[in-house]
């Protein structure tokens, strides 16, 4: 029996949601490339997209956010959860304990729904911010109708309306962030629903995986990088230091694109329009520039270029997000493409259920 670890490089299920392609660095949403998605389309419309196979007209979309609006306000029940939860519990494990107990709620029994998906996705930013509004011992700022989704998420978090280059960045990294195939914590997620249960307990899977540092770890150490970069104004002379050390340059190669990520290139384009107007995004343009040249020189053809945590990471600086929430940043984004893997696993479901190899002694 041949085993594979980690099931890399098997294939367990067909999808019309999304193809990521490491050779070509391509990222594809329903046939459609990710860099002309971010260019043109809305969190909402790419959301639709993953949702219903197709973009929205006008009046779909409409739709589609008044009813992400529509469900933003916690129940009171999950503010109370939420209160009585410790303040050393970290923010995944909020997430995961409160999606878990919307789960109690009766509307989620039987077959997943695209309405379900919706919900629980409009739920997520505002656990975030509830929590952290909590934490910091301040008053929570409620959703505001007037706001789209990413916008809002900005919103609450500060009490502060958006700079407009704020959540254009943010739209984009979270656009960027919605779906990225048979990745660990979808795999979970489609496992749990591949037993028959709900969409709740599918998505509460795929939260605890996210939390894994080898999944959805912040990248700190990127604005660990920038920081230092920014105290020591030289970028190149930290950079070649730091390669010559045998360091890791943190935001650049990636384990699946073998050539530039296709996620840093549509982010870099769309922060290329906000260019000028932040001076963290600004710096991020200029160490990029210096880090490939340098890293072009001193590890000739490694193909070592930015990755998509080097500009989420540059656009949690420039947001002064706290690296606390990068990864339920993350996870609100994701939600979209978790929710579209369940409602898909559902339509044509096959139980999960792969061998083991036994390798200890026989008595």
């Known amino acids: 029996m041949n085993v594979q670890k980690g099931l890399k490089g098997i294939v367990a299920a067909e999808t019309l949601i999304g193809h990521v392609d490491g050779e070509n660095g391509e990222l594809i949403y329903r046939g459609y490339e990710i860099r002309e998605l971010t260019k043109s389309y809305s969190f909402e419309e790419v959301a639709y997209l993953l949702w219903y196979g197709y973009l929205p007209d006008e009046g779909q979309l409409q739709g589609l956010k008044d009813e ?49 998906a919706i919900r629980l996705t409009s739920l997520v930013p505002t656990i975030i911010a509830y929590r952290k509004s909590q934490i910091e011992g301040r008053l929570f700022e409620h959703p505001r109708d007037d706001l789209d989704h990413v916008s809002n998420y900005l919103y609450m978090l500060t009490g502060e309306v958006p700079l407009e280059a704020h959540v254009e960045a943010l739209e984009s990294y979270m656009l960027l962030t919605l779906e990225h195939g048979m990745n660990a914590s979808t795999f979970s997620a489609r496992v749990t629903v591949s037993t028959e249960s709900d969409i709740v307990s599918g998505v509460t899977s795929a939260i605890g995986t996210m939390k894994g540092p080898l999944h959805g770890g912040a990248p700190s150490g990127v604005i660990d990088l920038l920081n230092e970069i920014a105290l020591a104004g030289d970028a190149e002379k930290v950079i070649r230091e ?78 002064e997000m706290e690296p606390e929430l990068f990864t339920p940043t993350f996870t609100a984004s994701r939600m979209v493409g978790w929710t579209a893997h369940i409602l898909e696993q559902a339509e044509n479901n096959t139980i999960f259920r792969p061998q083991s190899k036994y390798i200890g002694v026989l008595k």
Do not use: C, Q
């Open 242 to 319: 730091k390669i010559m050390r045998g360091e890791k340059l943190m935001g650049f190669g990636h384990r699946v694109y073998k050539t530039r990520d296709p996620r840093a290139i549509a982010l870099k384009t769309k922060l290329l329009e906000l260019v000028g107007e932040d001076e963290w995004l600004d710096l991020a343009m200029k160490v990029e520039e210096v880090a490939i040249r340098v890293l072009e020189e001193l590890k000739p053809g490694r193909s070592l270029y930015t990755n998509v945590e080097f500009y989420a990471a540059a656009i949690m600086k420039a947001l």
């Open 68 to 116: 992400l609006k529509r469900n933003r306000e916690l129940p009171e029940y999950l503010i109370k959860i939420i209160d009585l939860l410790p303040p050393s519990m970290d923010m995944m494990s909020v997430i995961r304990t409160v999606i878990s107990a919307e789960g109690g709620n009766s509307e989620y029994e039987g077959i997943a729904t695209i309405s379900h």
